[in-house]
């Protein structure tokens, strides 16, 4: 992934470290991206376990529920035009996102997941919208429409 998003930035302007270009950050991003998971790619193969004993099996339960979780927030976020699909905006996005990722844990606490998703709603507002001033959907299309 690193390799991959480290490449599609030499199609924008790299420039220097002096100067830098558009393409720049997402270079080194993906270069460092690319190192790191190197490093674990290889210590996950070659390290033994403390006790010697076969590393257990995947964990495909927290791993769909966190893939699950960051793709439901982009969609929300963006939505999806080519099929209709409208935005949801960034306050619904964090809530989806929040309760689906809660769910790859043992334990659920609906309230403890409520109060998370609302503190961290507030917060993504005042820092994305009020100090940052970005641009992008906040409510669903079809409210503020």
Known sequence: VGVAFAWGATNYNIGTGARMGPGYFPLILGICMAILG?????????????????????????LFFIIAANLT?????AGLPSIGFPAFGLIAAIYALT?????????????????????????????????????????PAFLTA
């Open 38 to 62: 190197g490093v674990i790619m290889f210590e996950s193969l070659v390290v033994e376990t403390e006790d010697g004993e076969k590393i257990g099996s995947w964990a495909w339960k927290p």
């Open 73 to 77: 927030f982009g969609l929300l976020l």
């Open 99 to 139: 309760f689906i990722a809660s769910l790859a844990g043992e334990e659920f606490n609906f309230k403890a997941v409520l109060i998370l998703a609302t503190i961290l709603a507030i917060m993504s507002y005042a820092a994305f919208i009020l100090l940052l001033k970005l641009q992008f959907p906040v409510w």
